[in-house]
């Protein structure tokens, strides 16, 4: 089955000479039934002609981000949302730059920078630009973003030098494409909830327990299982982040609110619980206000254990159960001790202790302990929380597969 089939690919083609192999990439792409549309930098029209590239893609060509005609239907947004995919073949030292500082004067970098779809790079430059410091921290950036790179090989370069820079060939670069679809095509069949946030628990009408999470974690979890293809519905605490339209959001405000939620979207395939839920509520809310004369003790009870009641869940257990544990201290001991009285198959700990890492941050890092004693314990190093959510579901792909 040719999974490139009505594929639709905005192929971005930037100035170098290794804009030639982008006119194969375009034959390939279309001889595998896959729809392309083109855009081409200013600097690449001095490699390859827009005739040459619109014969091959039969589409027409796009060029420049103040033509009247092309911003009448608002391209660089209505080409982000037209591909399923964007690829960037070459992309040279200068488009890496510019897109690790979010740069946006030309239609290319306009178009990327308003893309809510995965984009590939497929770097192709001098040995000693691709080894240069600013690359290889533009790299990083970019990675931390969600880009993803095809190469680069090691080679014969058309300077004359030798070394890593050269690009990708086209058959390579359709493989990795090829792959992509593939997996995505597998993760259709699977369903994923997450929960995040936090939760508030009323004292009276105006007056809650709650706690410092911000959601931030489980937002971009969620994004992560969209992007790779998962059905995926987020179940959340009062936050004031956004999510994608491909994602079921489901606003909850009680730890109650968010148990009935989960109850009501079960069964699902994998669930991840990293959610903030507070232990504990008040016995009896207040119907008024609390008057400061008023105050007394406050009697609470425990909330239902989400996690545990989904994980010991004979009929509803999802095949991969994912807990988070947020701790100050004995990070290692508490989360073992979670992973086996919850009967998870996963606990994702991190110390919260940490303000880099904390509940605001945008960074994290995480240990991961599994269930599986045949699974070895790993941890993942400081990166933004888009990039650590990336390495999970890849892991949960891997063990779902």
């Known amino acids: 089955m040719n999974n490139l089939l009505e594929k639709k690919i905005l192929l971005i083609i930037c100035g170098g000479i290794s804009a030639y192999k982008s006119l194969e990439l375009i034959r390939l792409l279309k001889k595998n039934g896959s729809e392309i549309k083109t855009i081409l930098t200013k600097s690449a029209k001095e490699f390859v002609t827009p005739l040459s590239v619109a014969s091959l893609s039969q589409e027409k060509v796009y060029d420049d981000l103040f033509n009247s005609d092309n911003e009448s239907e608002m391209d660089h947004i209505s080409l982000s949302r037209w591909a399923d995919v964007i690829l960037v073949a070459p992309t040279t030292a200068n488009t890496i730059s510019k897109l690790s500082t979010g740069v946006s004067d030309d239609l290319a970098s306009t178009v990327i920078l308003a893309s809510n779809k995965d984009i590939f790079l497929t770097p192709a430059m001098n040995v000693r630009m691709w080894e240069h410091p600013s690359t ?3 790299l990083k950036k970019l990675k931390s973003y969600g880009y993803k790179l095809i190469g680069p090989e090691k080679g014969d370069m058309a300077c004359g030098e030798f070394g890593e820079g050269k690009m990708t060939e086209p058959k390579e670069i359709l493989k990795e494409i090829q792959i992509y679809f593939n997996n995505l095509d597998k993760n259709k069949s699977f369903k994923a ?9 009323y004292i009276d009408p105006v007056r809650f327990i709650t706690n410092k999470s911000s959601g931030k974690q489980g937002y971009a979890l969620a994004k992560s299982l969209a992007k790779k293809g998962f059905k995926t519905t987020l179940i959340s605490g009062p936050t004031n982040l956004e999510i994608d339209n491909s ?14 939620a989960t109850q009501n979207n079960l069964p699902v395939d994998v669930a991840i619980f990293s959610a903030a839920v507070a232990d504990f509520k008040v016995k009896e809310k207040k119907k008024e206000k609390i008057k400061k004369k008023e105050y007394s003790n406050l009697e609470l009870e425990k909330n239902r254990d989400i996690l545990n009641y989904v994980s010991k869940h004979n009929s509803l257990r999802p095949k991969l159960v994912i807990g988070f544990a947020a701790e100050t201290n004995n990070i290692q001991e508490n989360a073992k001790r979670k992973l086996t009285e919850k009967n998870c198959d996963w606990i994702i700990a991190n110390d919260v202790s940490n303000k880099l890492i904390g509940f605001d941050s945008d960074f994290n890092e995480v240990s991961i302990f599994y269930k599986k004693k045949e699974i070895k314990d790993e941890k993942l190093l400081m990166k933004k929380k888009s990039e650590i959510s990336d390495e999970i579901i890849d892991r949960v792909i891997k063990q779902l597969n």
Do not use: R, Y
């Not at 994602?247 to 009935?260: G, H, P, Q, R, Y």
């Open 136 to 138: 290889k921290e533009n």
């Open 247 to 260: 994602i079921n959001l489901i606003s909850v405000e009680t730890a109650d609110e968010m148990f009935k």
């Open 193 to 201: 909830l997450v929960t995040a946030g936090p939760t508030n628990e």
